[in-house]
Every structure is written in structure tokens, then in C-alpha cells.
């Protein structure tokens, strides 16, 4: 019940339309009822007497009862299809509105493949389940019911006949319904895997022709696309009976009365016209029981939808601002004290354990470990894409719990190995990080993140449309165009997770001699696998298995951290890089930027 609640409340400003569409499928079926009555009388009074005044007469009221019912069925169409495509639209936005809102732990628990399935097909299902909830359910029932009535005003002895046939065929339907409902649940999270190989393929398309695993990926659709099938079948299978049998019990209906209508006619108990009426009610009876097993049989696919949607609908986000939340973050300080994190509650080991950090604002910190040390968990903390399981993270002196959350990823910026770009200009890329951001604010941040010299190199510069997902750059520059979008946010915190691994190690230095020198003040935090990289941060984090294995100097920990000594003798000795001298030579230039920032933070 607390689904329908959840999906009936977003009919909304609909439900206007949505009460006229049964009141007008009403109408037309009390004016349709009214048509063999009046046939009747033409046969009995018109045709049989030769009447001529009582044939036109009354064939003039049959016309404009059929215009009537041609209008006020046309209306309840319109009313309907708004009411439908209106509960639709609005739950498809009600949905991505609280997605929006979902923490990473609550993306985790939905799949992409499996929110888009919800998006589109299982709100399609609901449009069609309400549409014949407004239209089909009103109509058939309600025409049913009234020709019944009709019938049993007519003969009511005959009309016991289609009485026994609703009943039998009412038996049928309902024993169909629940021995195809379980198979079409099962289809709708098939659907899932369907829409997550596609999304696989079509985004890595790039790696699969690489690779030459067309062969693999299309035996792998096959497989999710036969599955749907198989169990499409089975349930389309138990429903097919539901035609043959009821058309059957239809003819099986119609032979009867016309014998029983015959025999009553001939011992003038029944008119013919009388006959003819009932015969036409005969159809308006089955078929609206008919019309009502299709109508179950929406519902029984639209009942799994309807649960997945509720499901989006209702979860709530894991991360919530405080009643009184804080907007001002006075500096960069970040500090995490006895930090465990567990992605959930079930885990027999946290993901960090015993994290203890203490970072100054405006330092430049690296962080460096093998991977699955866990040191993109440690970063997201920062930020409250999750939150710690115990033990408080801290910035700018202040648990980050404490801070309205748009105003805390406002100054926490990061940026990520895998980021995207957006269908649009390039300016339009850059302002995520300032709604209003001039061109000339761009051009700066560009300039500082090594991208203003291939963007302006492009025909249509900062105006060059890029396509969706940025297949139309580089990894490179893409990541450049990333960077130089978070810093036009001016965050107090600037986090790059592994975000300069796709350019070559010279541009990487000139990034953070640049970034050094106009933001001397902010807090930087880079996460990397080049020691390079991070030989002039103030102080460099060594993750090991969840743990610190140390956090101290370059210098220091090249004494005293065998991890960090171990990769640093890997990468500088042995020449890992093939621009590494051009990176030194980089750093060099930097190093008293660097220097004169650790001087200051000190």
C-alpha cells in the first residue's frame, strides 16, 4: 500500500485531469448502453411494422447518441493520455531530484544500468498501468455492470446465462494472474544487466575494439537479452491462453443464447429486437471482462516497476545537513582524529583503520601507496561523500558534519583520475566550478592548469563544443580541463586524486608550479604514483593497507619509510619516466615556490 501512496502522490497538479477521464469513460459508457435499446425498439417497432417515422425517429437518436459517445470518448483519450504522461514526467523528476541528493553510499547500493532501467522502462509501465487504470478499469467494469443491468431488464433469464460466464472466466483470469506475476517481477531486474552490458560496452567502446572483444561483448548481450526473452515467453505464454479461452466462452455464450432467444421467440416470450439487444450486450459483457484481464495483466508488470520507482523515491540520503548547519570554513586545516571507515556495517575489517592526521592550511601534501591502500577513501572523507564510521574528520577546525553540505564541496574540491566532461562548450565545462564565471577567469584557470595552449589551438577555442563523456579530447586534456574547472571554484582545499596521471611529467610539474604560485594559500592535497609528483610537498602521506605507514617530509620519510623509500629508488634510479629530467628541471624552477609555501605554513 505504501507504494501506490508513493506513486499516487505525484499525480499532483494531474489530478484534475485525472478525475475527468473516468467521468467522461463513464459517459460514454452510459450513452453506449443506450444504443441497442433503442435497436431493439427500431427492429420490434420500425422494421417488423414498417413503421418509417419510428425507424428515423429513432434511428436520429441512435446518431447522436454515437456522435456523444464519439466525443466523450475522444475527451476521456486526451484527459487520460495528460494524466498518464503528466504522473510519468513528474516521477521520472521526483526520482532524479532525490538521486541527486544520494550520498556515494547510497549510489552504491543502485546500480547506474539499474537507475536508468527505473528512468525510462518501469515509469513507461506506469504510465500504461494508470492510463488503463483511468480508462480501461472505469470503462470495462462499469460497461459491464450497466449491461448486465440492461440485460437482466431485458430477460432476466437469459441474462443468468452471462452471469455464469463472468464468474467462470473471472475464476480463469485471477488463477492466471497469480502464476505470471512472479515471472514478470523476475523480468524487470533482468532489464538491469540488459541496460549495464550496454552501458559497459557503449562507454568503453574505445578498449573493446582495442582489444578485439566484439565477439565477447555481443555473446554477453545475447546472454541478458535471452534471458529477458525466456522469461518473456514464459509469462506471455500462460497469458496467451487468456484469448482462445475467453473468445471460446464468448462463441460458447452467443450459440446458447441464440438457441435459448430462438425457442423463446418462437413461444413469444422474446422479440426479436429483444434479442439482438441482448446479443449485443453478450459482447459488451465479455468484452469488457476481457478488456479487464488485460488491465490485470498491466498491473502485474507495472506492480515490479512500481516498486523499484518507490525504492528510489523513498531512500533517503545516508548524508544529511545538520538542523543549524555552518557556511563559513575559515581555512584549509583538515584534521582526522581516530578515523575507522567501513563501506558497510556487515564489513568484518574497516577500509581505514586508526587514522590520526593533523594538515595546516596551505600545505601541500602528497599521498602516495600501492593500490587498495584506500587512499581515495581517505580523501573523499574530506569532502563528506561518506562519513567516517568512527571518529571525527575535521576542516577548518570544524567537524564537517557541522557544514551545510554545498558549502563544504564548495571549498573541498576534487578532482579525479576518471572525471567528466559534459556535453557543451568548453566554457560551459568550466563554469560547474563558477555559475558566473567571466571568460577571462576561465582563460586564467586554463593558464594554470596547462590547457589554455591546446584549447586556444582549436578553431572555436573556449567555445569548441565538447562531446558526451569529452571523447572529443584527450585523457590529458581532459584532466586539465578538470582541474582548471575546480580551480575556478577558489576552494580553500584542492584535492587531485591521481587527476595528472594521463599527462607526461614535465606538464605535470608546470601544473603545480603554477597552482604554487597563484593559490599560495590553498591547501593542496595530491594523490599519485610519481614521486615526482610530490618531492617538494611540504609532507607526503604513505598509505599501506588501510593505514599510515608514515607521514613526514620527503626527506624524512626517505630515511626512516621503507615504503617510500623503496618507490623512490624504483622510480628516480631507475629511471621510470622518460621526461623525468624535463620534471626535475620543471621542479627546480618551482622549488622555491614550494619552499617559500612551507616556510609560511611552518
Known amino acids: 500500500m505504501g507504494t501506490v501512496k508513493t506513486i499516487l502522490r505525484e499525480v499532483k497538479e494531474y489530478k484534475r485531469v485525472s478525475l475527468l477521464t473516468p467521468f467522461f469513460t463513464i459517459l460514454e459508457v452510459v450513452v453506449e448502453t443506450m444504443i441497442p435499446l433503442l435497436m431493439a425498439s427500431i427492429i420490434d417497432e420500425g422494421v417488423s411494422k414498417g413503421n418509417m417515422s419510428v425507424i428515423v425517429h429513432t434511428g436520429t437518436w441512435m446518431l447522436l447518441l454515437a456522435l456523444a459517445g464519439l466525443i466523450t470518448g475522444v475527451a476521456g483519450g486526451i484527459f487520460g ?69 440492461m440485460a437482466f431488464i431485458i430477460n432476466a433469464r437469459i441474462a443468468r446465462i452471462y452471469l455464469f460466464a463472468v464468474l467462470g472466466l473471472a475464476v480463469f483470469i485471477a488463477f492466471l494472474m497469480t502464476i505470471t506475476t512472479k515471472t514478470f517481477q523476475r523480468v524487470f531486474k533482468k532489464y538491469d544487466a540488459l541496460n549495464e552490458s550496454v552501458e559497459e560496452n557503449v562507454s568503453a567502446i574505445r578498449v573493446v ?73 453478450c459482447m459488451y459483457i465479455l468484452m469488457s471482462l476481457m478488456l479487464m484481464g488485460f488491465f490485470f495483466v498491466m498491473v502485474t508488470i ?209 601544473i603545480r608550479k603554477a597552482m604554487a604560485e597563484a593559490k599560495p594559500g590553498m591547501t593542496k592535497i595530491i594523490i599519485t604514483q610519481r614521486i615526482v609528483s610530490i618531492e617538494h610537498a611540504d609532507r607526503v602521506i604513505v598509505m599501506d593497507n588501510g593505514r599510515i605507514s608514515g607521514f613526514d617530509t620527503p626527506e624524512n620519510l626517505l630515511k626512516n619509510n621503507e615504503i617510500y623509500r623503496e618507490v623512490h629508488e624504483t622510480q628516480m634510479e631507475g629511471g621510470g619516466d622518460f621526461d623525468i629530467e624535463d620534471a626535475r628541471k620543471e621542479e627546480e624552477a618551482g622549488a622555491g615556490f614550494l619552499n617559500t609555501e612551507k616556510g609560511g605554513a611552518n
Request: proline share 3%.
Open 81 to 149: 493520455a495528460k494524466s498518464a504522461m503528466g504522473l510519468g514526467k513528474n516521477l521520472r523528476k521526483k526520482m532524479y531530484a532525490n538521486i541527486q541528493t544520494f550520498s556515494f553510499a547510497n549510489i552504491d547500493k543502485f546500480s547506474p544500468s539499474g537507475l536508468v532501467t527505473r528512468l525510462t522502462t518501469d515509469v513507461t509501465n506506469i504510465q500504461n498501468a494508470y492510463q488503463m487504470l483511468l480508462r480501461m478499469f472505469v470503462r470495462a467494469p462499469f460497461s459491464m455492470i450497466t449491461a448486465m443491468v
Open 209 to 281: 575494439k582495442a582489444f578485439v572483444r566484439e565477439d565477447y561483448e555481443m555473446s554477453k548481450f545475447e546472454k541478458a537479452a535471452g534471458t529477458i526473452y525466456k522469461l518473456f515467453v514464459k509469462a506471455e505464454s500462460n497469458i496467451a491462453f487468456l484469448m482462445p479461452v475467453m473468445m471460446g466462452v464468448v462463441y460458447a455464450v452467443i450459440l446458447l443464447i441464440s438457441w435459448t432467444g430462438a425457442n423463446m421467440i418462437v413461444n413469444s416470450e422474446l422479440t426479436t429486437g429483444e434479442l439482438m439487444s441482448l446479443l449485443s450486450y
Open 302 to 510: 507495472s506492480s515490479a516497476s512500481a516498486q523499484r520507482i518507490a525504492e528510489v523515491i523513498n531512500e533517503e540520503s545516508t548524508l544529511k545537513n545538520p538542523p543549524d548547519p555552518v557556511y563559513e570554513i575559515p581555512d584549509g586545516s583538515i584534521d582526522f582524529e581516530d578515523v575507522d571507515f567501513s563501506y558497510s556495517s556487515d564489513s568484518k575489517e574497516p577500509v581505514l583503520k586508526d587514522i590520526d592526521l593533523h594538515i595546516r592550511s596551505g600545505e601541500t601534501i602528497g599521498i602516495i601507496g600501492g593500490t587498495g591502500s584506500s587512499k581515495s577513501t581517505l580523501i573523499n572523507l574530506i569532502s563528506r561523500l561518506y562519513d567516517a564510521t568512527t571518529g571525527t574528520v575535521k576542516v577548518g577546525g570544524r567537524d564537517v558534519r557541522e557544514y551545510d553540505l554545498e558549502a563544504l564541496r564548495n571549498q573541498v574540491a576534487v578532482v579525479l583520475q576518471q572525471n567528466v566532461l559534459f556535453s557543451g562548450t568548453i566554457l560551459e565545462n568550466l563554469r560547474w566550478g563558477k555559475k558566473d564565471a567571466t571568460e577571462e577567469e576561465c582563460r586564467a584557470v586554463c593558464k594554470m592548469a596547462c590547457a589554455d595552449e591546446f584549447v586556444e589551438s582549436f578553431p572555436e577555442k573556449y567555445n569548441t563544443m565538447i562531446t558526451q563523456g569529452g571523447t572529443n579530447v584527450s585523457g590529458g586534456q581532459k584532466q586539465r580541463l578538470c582541474i582548471a574547472r575546480a580551480l575556478l571554484k577558489d576552494p580553500k582545499i584542492l584535492i587531485l586524486d591521481d587527476s595528472t596521471s594521463a599527462v607526461d611529467t614535465a606538464t605535470d610539474a608546470r
